[in-house]
C-alpha cells in the first residue's frame, strides 16, 4: 500500500520536475517563443532610415580561394511605403556603368519591378518574377535577397518561430520560413530558412538557406553591426554558398542617411546614363 502512494507522488512531480529542470537548463518552452509572423514584421518595422546612400564593395571568393573585387555605389529610399534601390557598378573597367534598380512594392499582389542595365549591350533588361532566384552579378545573392535589403518577404512565407540560439555568441530567436506554395519556393529557389533574429535590435544575424530539393544551400553571416546617426548598421556580410564552395563578401562603408535626397538615382534613366 505504501509503496502504491509513493508511485502515485512520484508521478505527480515528475511533471513539475521536469519543466523545473528544463526552465534551469534555459530551454525553451514552445509556449513561450512569440508568433512567427508578428517577428518577421518586427524586423520588417525596424528602422532603417527614409534616405541611405553607401559604397559596397563586393568580394566574390571562388573555392580555390581566387577573389574579384567590385566597387559600387548604393542607394534606398522610401517612397511612402514602397522601397527603391539603386546599384551603380564604379570598378572594375568591365562592369563599370553596369547598373540595377528595384522598385519593391508594399501592396500585397503587386509584383515588383526590377531592371539591369549592361553597358556592353546598352540595353535595360527587366529581371521578370520568375527570375528572381536567379544570382545577381556572380554573387551568391539572389535578385530577390538584393532586392529585400535585410527585410523579409512577408507575403511569399509562411512563419514560425522554433527555438532560442546564439549567432556569434549572441543571443537570437529562431526563425523558420517556408514559402507558401510550390511556385514561390521554385521562383525563390528556396524550400526553407531559418533566421537567427536579434530581438534587442530585430536584425537576422544570420540565416540559413535550403534549395528547393531539401538540401542545405547557403548560410548569411551579418556582422559589424553598429548605429550609425542612431540607425542600427550591418557593415559586413558574408554569405557562403555549401554547394559550391563560393562565397561573396559585401563590405559597406560611407554609410550616410539623409532626410531627402536626389530622386533621379532611382530611374530608369539614370541607371542608363549612370552617376
Not at 21 to 30: L, P
Not at 123 to 131: C, E, H, Q
Request: hydrophobic share 35%; aromatic share 10%.
Amino acid at each position: 500500500m505504501l509503496f502504491r502512494q509513493n508511485l502515485r507522488v512520484l508521478a505527480l512531480a515528475l511533471p513539475c520536475l521536469a519543466v523545473l529542470t528544463a526552465e534551469h537548463m534555459g530551454v525553451a518552452r514552445a509556449d513561450a517563443l512569440p508568433e512567427g509572423r508578428s517577428v518577421a514584421e518586427n524586423v520588417n518595422a525596424r528602422d532603417d532610415g527614409q534616405y541611405v546612400s553607401r559604397q559596397l564593395v563586393m568580394q566574390l571568393i571562388d573555392s580555390g580561394g581566387s577573389t574579384r573585387e567590385r566597387t559600387t555605389r548604393s542607394f534606398r529610399t522610401y517612397d511612402g511605403e514602397d522601397k527603391k534601390i539603386a546599384i551603380y557598378f564604379e570598378q572594375p573597367r568591365n562592369v563599370r556603368d553596369t547598373a540595377f534598380l528595384t522598385f519593391d512594392y508594399a501592396e500585397a499582389g503587386e509584383q515588383d519591378d526590377q531592371w539591369l542595365y549592361l553597358p556592353a549591350l546598352r540595353k535595360v533588361r527587366r529581371i521578370s518574377g520568375s527570375d528572381r532566384g536567379d544570382y545577381f552579378m556572380g554573387t551568391d545573392f539572389t535578385y530577390d535577397d538584393m532586392k529585400l535589403d535585410g527585410k523579409i518577404a512577408i507575403g511569399d512565407y509562411a512563419f514560425q518561430s522554433v527555438g532560442r540560439d546564439t549567432a556569434d555568441g549572441i543571443p537570437c530567436l529562431l526563425l523558420e520560413a517556408t514559402p507558401q506554395t510550390d511556385s514561390v519556393a521554385q521562383e525563390l529557389g528556396y524550400s526553407r530558412t531559418v533566421s537567427c533574429i536579434d530581438e534587442e535590435i530585430w536584425i537576422a544575424r544570420r540565416t540559413e538557406y535550403w534549395d528547393t530539393q531539401g538540401n542545405r544551400l547557403k548560410t548569411l553571416h551579418v556582422r559589424d553591426i553598429a548605429q550609425v546617426s542612431g540607425i542600427w548598421t550591418p557593415q559586413l556580410l558574408v554569405m557562403e554558398n555549401h554547394k559550391t564552395g563560393h562565397k561573396t563578401v559585401f563590405r559597406i562603408s560611407d554609410v550616410v542617411y539623409k532626410d531627402e535626397m536626389d530622386r533621379d538615382v532611382f530611374s530608369q534613366a539614370a541607371i542608363r546614363r549612370g552617376l
